[in-house]
């Protein structure tokens, strides 16, 4: 009468404890047979032990094999928990998808939740600190945060807040705004996501004006070094995946250094001739109806 699969069902059936009752009767079963004259029978519960821990041996050597075979295994922790589900949060977010790398958005407007399901992502409504998401913010798969809302005193919280179930070197934050020159910057509760002097602002705004979030494959003949000479300040990196899809966010406290056959995320701003070409070739075709008017 459960609601458990036939994958969960097949799991239990090989990895349930089964032992407790044999355990539980057999000093019982072995005094009676002692009593009725059968000596061999203080050998039970020594061997109904035996058996008992070598079917668990077995059953945790096989559980893991088993569990992905039926495909009812806990995904790993690689994935990212994105606090905010606004435009970057989503580019961010999708980008992320497409490289097989789980990614839930959590947002308390609506509006952003919305727009997050109809692009297929995975979403949580709701504020990540309250008692609500403690229990109904499904995080299995999850091992980072990377808090990114236009609200600082949110990140902070959420920094905190899942730090200790994390790890403190799990835990980005990306500031909102560029800090004035000449003040101290305020420290994070989290690693400073994307590098210093990287915020929300500037990238909302870039991503704005057509900048996407574009994949470049690193390799002998084009380097990381390379990467950054070509795209000089019209590039932010912000991921760098391994060959193993193992993922690195690019942080002031952290030194990536994406080698051959890595792949880099990194929003690209638009190439400014691309906006020229359209209006070039608007003002052709303006001219072109202009001489086909004239000639009929």
Request: aromatic share 8%.
């Amino acid at each position: 009468g459960s609601t458990l699969s036939w994958r969960e069902r097949g799991l239990l059936a090989w990895i349930a404890p089964r032992g407790i009752v044999a355990a539980a009767v057999i000093a019982l079963f072995s005094l009676q047979l002692e009593q009725k004259g059968y000596t061999e029978a203080v050998l039970l519960v020594p061997l109904t032990f035996v058996i008992i821990i070598g079917t668990v041996v077995l059953q945790s050597l096989t559980a893991g094999p088993l569990a992905r075979l039926l495909k009812v295994a806990e995904p790993g922790s690689g994935g990212f928990l994105i606090v905010g589900a606004n435009p970057l949060a989503r580019a961010i977010a999708k980008a992320l998808s497409q490289n097989d790398v789980s990614v839930r958005l959590t947002d308390m407007l609506w509006d952003n939740v919305s727009r997050a399901r109809m692009a297929g992502l995975q979403t949580y409504y709701g504020n990540p600190l309250s008692e609500h998401a403690e229990v109904y913010l499904n995080t299995a798969g999850l091992g980072r945060v990377l808090a990114m809302t236009a609200d600082e005193h949110l990140n902070e919280l959420a920094c905190t807040r899942f730090k200790g179930d994390f790890g403190p070197k799990r835990v980005f934050a990306l500031r909102v705004g560029a800090r004035e020159k000449g003040r101290k910057a305020v420290s994070l509760a989290g690693l400073e996501a994307f590098g210093e002097g990287t915020n929300f602002v500037e990238l909302s705004r870039r991503l704005a004006r057509g900048a996407e979030i574009r994949q470049t494959n690193i390799s002998e003949a084009f380097s990381f070094e390379q990467f950054g000479i070509n795209y000089g300040e019209r590039a932010v990196p912000l991921f760098a995946i391994d060959p193993k899809g193992r993922v690195e966010v690019f942080a002031t406290e952290a030194e990536v250094q994406p080698k051959p056959g890595w792949v880099v995320l990194a929003l690209v701003d638009a190439d400014p001739d691309e906006y020229k070409r359209p209006a070039k070739t608007e003002k052709a075709e303006a001219k072109a109806e202009k001489l086909d008017a004239r000639t009929q």
